[in-house]
Nanobody
């Protein structure tokens, strides 16, 4: 069982940056792939970024490639999402999730979810 708690969301102007954190508790964090998803009002939850258990494999949605960076610190049981050059269309609730797979971009392959953190980008 893994519990996930996101933090770092907030209100930022377009072009600005935010760094999201996801702190994990429970057993086996180091063995899970981690992902970030987001859900805008009235829309489905979609994939943003993923990282394998040791950080050797990364995946990004095309919409964030070159602007967002996912990373993890297994010693601190934490995964991060550095978001730069933010756009109003990045506004959403951001969720982190843990998967038993090596790495995956598919929502249904994630086993544990956090409660989400709101990111709002003003124009």
């Amino acid at each position: 069982q893994v519990q996930l708690v996101e933090s770092g969301g907030g209100l930022v102007q377009a072009g600005g940056s935010l760094r999201l954190s996801c702190a994990a508790s429970g057993r086996g964090f180091n063995s899970y792939a981690m992902g970030w998803f987001r859900q805008a009002p009235g829309k489905e939850r979609v994939f943003v970024a993923a990282i394998s258990w040791n950080g050797s494999s990364l995946r990004y949605a095309d919409t964030v490639k070159g602007r967002f960076t996912i990373s993890r610190d297994n010693a601190k049981n934490t995964v991060f999402l550095q978001m730069n050059s933010l756009k109003p269309e990045d506004t959403a609730v951001y969720y982190c999730a843990a998967s038993r797979m090596l790495i995956t971009t598919t929502l249904n392959n994630y086993n544990y979810w956090g409660q989400g953190t709101q990111v709002t980008v003003s124009s």
